[in-house]
């Protein structure tokens, strides 16, 4: 996964869902029994689809566009974990600093995005991983797409411990630790899976981040860096003994399309984020809150071989990055960090769940495409 002879593209995972998908999907949801061997076929043939479609918009490294999973890009992971309970499910809103900042626009968005409801999390017995099935299905149906199309590579995103359970209850373990290192071994298990069967894995933490704005930004900043730690330690757990460069490891402040005025800034981060034994860090830098951190990079050296995937398209807006903009992010980038560092990708998943979209999906496509051709603007700046 390194740019030795041109920028690569990626992306950060979520695609939308194609509509007779989402009609399996929403039976399910509602409990309507349906013809198992018919969304199963249906399945395997969409996320076919979106990898050739990926291809063919110029994206190397390619998902399955999380289409195996449902609920929400973190929630999905409730049904594949055992010894969990959910209570007092409602549905999902904002919360924090932010939301108290502007509570007449939060009061009117929120009701326009399609979220699942979701409750808190509740330890009520040793945490065990029980998504066998559900994780075989993803990597047979994105290995199978593979076979038919000529990228460099495919990964899968899974969810980090501190984001499965962002809010949870413990009624079994005796201390947070044991709770969240109980949790990593049990995830451990879906993230050695994606990487035996040759598949890149791609940790999604967007709460570590968010839950500044949610719990602490009234706070003094070493609070809430010594709840990161905690959760970051777990997860470097569950990486335990992982070949790193198959690892990437993905942050954001949230994917909604809000003000992000008390978000926490990456520099008072990015120690915590290098700690994660991961061989990559997709990281926003493409929205207007985020984009500037790319200075970071001008006093904080990235690891030997780790490698940078900045987002340089947004996924919370309509607008489509002009190609040369996408370019522009890339040459700055490589230039601190080296060019062989760096490979394009995108702030966030496009579809947070699978009725939640942020930009109409016929966008998520000009997107990509602008994302390549700026990556190809790029490579000729870099390379010559």
């Not at 199963?40 to 979106?50: D, F, I």
């Not at 899968?156 to 290192?181: C, D, G, I, M, W």
């Not at 967007?206 to 719990?215: H, N, Q, S």
């Amino acid at each position: 996964m390194s740019s030795q002879n041109r920028i690569l593209c990626t992306h950060v995972g979520s695609l939308a869902r194609p509509a007779r998908l989402l009609d399996f999907i929403s039976a399910i949801d509602k409990g309507v029994p349906v013809k198992e061997d018919a969304f199963e076929g249906c399945l395997k043939s969409s996320v076919a689809e979106v990898v050739a479609q990926q291809a063919k918009v110029g994206v190397d490294i390619v998902s399955d566009g999380e289409f195996g999973k449902f609920r929400t890009w973190s929630a999905y992971v409730l049904e594949r974990l055992g010894g969990i309970e959910e209570r007092d499910i409602v549905t999902a809103t904002g919360a924090g600093k932010d939301q108290r900042a502007f509570p007449e626009f939060y009061a009117q968005y929120f009701h326009t995005q399609n979220l699942p409801k979701r409750g808190a999390i509740v330890a009520v017995a040793p945490l065990k991983y029980q998504g066998q099935h559900a994780i075989g299905r993803d990597i047979a149906n994105l290995k199978a797409a593979l076979a038919q199309v000529n990228v460099t590579a495919g990964f899968l995103p899974v969810v980090a411990p501190a984001s499965a359970v962002p809010r949870h209850q413990n009624e079994f373990y005796k201390t947070e630790e044991e709770f969240f290192f109980a949790l990593a071994d049990a995830l451990r298990e879906e993230y050695a899976a994606i990487i035996d069967a040759g598949l890149y894995l791609q940790v999604d933490d967007a709460f570590l981040p968010y839950m500044y704005d949610v719990a602490f930004s009234d706070q003094p900043i070493e609070n809430f860096r010594k709840w990161a730690a905690l959760r970051i330690d777990a997860l470097n757990h569950a990486l335990r003994g992982l070949p790193e460069e198959k690892i990437r490891y993905h942050i954001c402040w949230g994917s909604f399309n809000t003000p992000h005025t008390t978000d926490v800034a990456l520099r008072d981060i990015v120690d915590l984020v290098l700690k994660v034994k991961a061989g990559a860090y997709c990281l926003e830098m493409a929205n207007p809150r985020h984009d500037h951190e790319w200075r970071v990079w001008e006093n904080v050296k990235l690891p030997a071989g780790r490698k940078l995937i900045p987002g340089v398209v947004g996924h919370a807006t309509n607008i489509v990055e002009h190609p040369e903009l996408v370019a522009e992010r890339i040459v700055r980038l490589a230039k601190l960090v080296g060019r062989e560092n760096v490979l394009a990708g995108t702030d966030c998943g496009f579809a947070q769940a699978p009725f939640t979209n942020r930009v109409h999906p016929s966008i998520i496509w000009a997107k990509l495409a602008a994302m390549a051709e700026g990556a190809r603007l790029a490579t000729k700046e870099l390379w010559g």
